[in-house]
């Protein structure tokens, strides 16, 4: 198979992780006879420096043109820390979305027994926890109208949704639920809000048609402590754009590590695939970094390929590392090892080197790692 993939490395440790991904999609591409052809794009803060926009129409062209987006993480802190610039490295990625319609953002939350030591959960609530948090992407307050009065003492943001845009991601959610354990969960506010009555209204006019998915439906401040005190009851969750975003963050933190959650955006082009943590401007360039989640994001985008036994073969291995200590210093503060050496791990493993010949004390010393 050939196939184009626009990568953004974007700020901060998106660059290094994102090579990560290459490199085994590389590996990948040549254990199968592939041919993927790399693009590198530019969008967030190292756009802004360079081009003075956060998303250089160069950028769009290529993602509109492109089978795949492989996307690191934006931002700075110079930017987090002035709410009064004009310009931000997030509005490029919200623009992107926007213009390539990716709708639907799908975050799935695993737990590996290899980490269980490391999340805030007691271990018995962490058996069998295995759900996807279905995020509209394209709407809702993220994209309404911004408003502040002229003295600065008052501003707003709209939350609108229409039926379609809720029809369309909540169709993918429950196809999705189909082929897992058949839950679908609704998440909104529809005790306060008009637009969570709404949605609430179209996921249970769309239910009719799925009647072998159970549906139930739970309030946002129900739901983020739900997750927390017994999150092996969700299968797939589905919510608005901003819920999603805080509850995918929190979610996060159940499996041991923020670094290890993928993500893809679907839509109605080109997929992206990007994972879930930020740019994380302290550990830049420290290779420090765990690259698990862009490799796993790399995965979604093999599947969405329908390359599915790749896909499944890069899950393995990032198991493989996770079993066997070769882990980044999220996980293990003292005992680590580097980006670089994860990706070139996983590299080694999908293309069939036996992990079995793999010498820890010359990965320490960065020497190759096969021997
Ligand atoms: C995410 C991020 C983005 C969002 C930011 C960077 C704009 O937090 O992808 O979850 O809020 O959607
Ligand atoms: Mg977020």
Not at 268 to 285: M, N, R
Request: hydrophobic share 40%; aromatic share 8%.
């Amino acid at each position: 198979m050939e196939k184009n993939i626009v990568v953004i490395e974007g700020d901060g440790i998106g660059p290094e992780v994102t090579r990560q991904s290459v490199k085994v999609l590389n590996a990948v591409a040549q254990a199968g006879g592939h041919e993927f052809h790399f693009s590198y794009h530019l969008m967030g803060a190292c756009a802004i420096d360079k081009t003075g926009d956060p998303l250089p129409d160069a950028t769009i062209a290529a993602a509109l043109n492109s089978d795949a987006i492989l996307f690191g993480a934006i931002g700075h802190p110079k930017y987090d820390s002035d709410p009064t610039a004009k310009v931000r490295p997030e509005q490029g990625l919200l623009k992107l979305r926007k213009s390539l319609q990716l709708f639907a953002n799908i975050r799935p939350v695993t737990t590996y027994p290899a980490l269980q030591h490391l999340s805030p959960l007691k271990a018995k609530m962490l058996e069998d926890v295995d759900f996807v948090i279905f995020r509209e992407l394209t709407g809702g307050i993220y994209f309404g109208k911004k408003e502040v009065n002229p003295e600065g003492t008052q501003a707003s943001d709209d939350c609108i949704y229409t039926r379609d845009e809720i029809e369309r991601i909540a169709h993918v959610a429950f196809k999705h639920a189909q082929q897992r354990r058949k839950k679908l969960t609704l998440v909104d506010k529809a005790n306060v809000l008009e637009t969570s009555r709404l949605w609430r209204k179209v996921v249970q006019d769309i239910a009719r048609q799925y009647s072998d998915v159970k549906v139930d439906f739970l309030f946002v401040d129900n739901a983020a402590m739900q997750i927390i005190l017994n999150p092996k009851q969700f299968d797939v969750i589905l919510t608005e754009n901003m819920f999603g975003d805080i509850l995918s963050d929190e979610a996060s933190v159940i499996s041991g590590s923020l670094g290890l959650l993928p993500s893809a955006s679907i839509g109605k082009s080109s997929a992206l695939f990007e994972p879930i943590h930020g740019s994380y401007p302290q550990a830049a360039g420290k290779d420090i970094a765990n690259p698990l989640g862009s490799i796993l994001s790399a995965a979604m985008l093999l599947d969405h390929f329908g390359l599915h036994a790749e896909a499944g073969r890069i899950r393995e291995a990032a198991l493989w590392t996770l079993q066997n200590g070769f882990v980044t210093k999220d996980i293990d503060p003292i005992n680590f090892y580097f980006t670089s050496t994860i990706g070139e791990l996983i590299s080694d493993y999908v293309s069939g080197k036996t992990p079995g010949d793999i010498h820890k004390e010359n990965i320490a010393l960065r020497k190759s790692t096969i021997i």
